[in-house]
């Protein structure tokens, strides 16, 4: 017989009420065996809650949660095999770094001689095996975090949970910590890992898929290229990236008109008559009339912003933001110009 999985994470249909108040609204969602998930979405929009579900802190009102095969809605927390970690570490105080690490170790009733050699692996996967007689205030907020990643993964569980670990680390730790999270899965293959966050850079450089929130829903769910590239909602396309999002109507010939201009796009055109928005990114798009689309209007602001420069330009009444390779001679306010882009970079998004 094969052993039951332990991995993955499936929210079926999960609701979650405080007060009355729904914060989680039938939320569906799998994670699969060994993917890197992350929940990325504006504050308050449910992602903690998500993740407390699965760890059993919070009871769904309605929906199931299951970890591997086992539907665990009804499970105390202990009894769930996740491993945790918080933005604020929450590491017992008066305990060393080794104690810390074996807590869960304990409390799971792991055999004595197993829990140094456990404690021993978890603290070196994280490089702080040289720490262990440590007290956590005799160390850095990147290292108490390191010690709580360490703790949450001796248990050795079959999901790992992430809230805004990083959130508290200074922006250079922050980023050597997201490749050294990026090299611990690859260590632990097998590990689903849900990983909440607000930073939508932290949720493409780590994660396999995004799912983003909203006001307690799950507005869309792809891989980075996916949402970065090609997102079919309009609160996607504005909250990973920039985003121009350009009032068009459906034209004839399978194009859509913006202004005065007739576009191809990427996304099946809407029919003649019929309203849409058009995403374009606005690193896509080129001064000029090289690309297929071309736009023309007035220059109302340029920025300089260090490798590039960002250029607004009013089109049919629409501010229009082009984020061009810095040049030595950026087009100045007022000069009329030409923009363009690709038909594959113009993609319909809803609303
Ligand atoms: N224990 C609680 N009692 C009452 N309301 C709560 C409780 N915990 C969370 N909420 C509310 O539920 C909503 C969702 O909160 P949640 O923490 O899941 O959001 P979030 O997306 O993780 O936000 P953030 O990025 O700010 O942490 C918020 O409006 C919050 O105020």
Same mark, same amino acid.
């Given at each position: 017989m094969s052993e039951a999985r332990r991995s993955g994470i499936r929210f079926e249909e999960v609701t979650v009420a405080y007060d009355g108040t729904v914060v989680l609204d039938g939320f569906d969602l799998t994670v699969e065996p060994g993917e890197v998930m992350a929940l990325l979405g504006p504050s308050g929009s449910g992602k903690t809650t998500a993740l407390r579900a699965v760890a059993g802190f919070v009871r769904p009102a309605a929906g199931r949660v299951l970890?591997?095969?086992?539907?665990?809605?009804?499970?105390?927390?202990?009894a769930r095999d996740v491993g945790m970690v918080v933005q604020s570490y929450a590491l017992f105080p008066h305990m060393r770094v080794a104690d810390n690490v074996a807590f869960g170790l304990k409390a799971r009733r792991t055999p004595r001689g197993e829990i140094a050699a456990r404690v021993a692996e978890a603290l070196e996967m994280v490089g702080m095996a040289d720490y262990a007689r440590r007290h956590p205030r005799e160390l850095s907020g990147g290292q108490q975090q390191r010690v709580a990643i360490a703790r949450a993964l001796a248990v050795r569980p079959g999901v790992l949970l992430l809230d805004e670990p990083l959130s508290a680390l200074d922006a250079r730790l922050r980023s050597g910590m997201l490749a050294e999270l990026d090299r611990l899965h690859r260590?632990?293959?097998?590990?689903?890992v849900l990983y909440v966050t607000h930073d939508q850079v932290e949720a493409l450089t780590l994660a396999d898929r995004v799912a983003v929130?909203?006001?307690a829903r799950l507005r869309e769910v792809g891989t980075p290229e996916q949402l970065y590239r090609a997102p079919r909602r309009t609160f996607t396309a504005d909250f990973v990236g920039a985003a121009n999002l350009l009032p068009v109507v459906g034209a004839p010939g399978g194009t859509v008109r913006?202004?005065?201009?007739?576009?191809?796009?990427a996304s099946?055109?809407?029919?003649a008559g019929a309203e849409a928005t058009l995403c374009v990114r606005p690193h896509r798009i080129?001064?000029? +009339?090289? @690309?297929?689309?071309?736009?023309? &209007?007035t220059v109302t602001a340029v920025q300089w912003r260090g490798a590039t420069h960002r250029v607004a330009v009013e089109v049919a009444g629409r501010e229009v933001v082009a984020e061009l390779? +810095?040049? @030595?001679?950026?087009?100045?306010? &007022?000069?009329e110009v030409p923009l363009s882009f690709a038909v594959r970079d113009g993609v319909l998004v809803d609303d």
């Open positions: 970890i591997g095969d086992r539907d665990v809605t009804g499970l105390p927390p202990h260590e632990l293959p097998d590990v689903s929130m909203d006001r913006f202004g005065d201009a007739r576009l191809k796009v099946p055109a809407p029919s080129t001064l000029g +009339e090289e @690309a297929a689309n071309v736009l023309r &209007g390779p +810095e040049t @030595a001679e950026p087009p100045a306010v &007022g000069a």
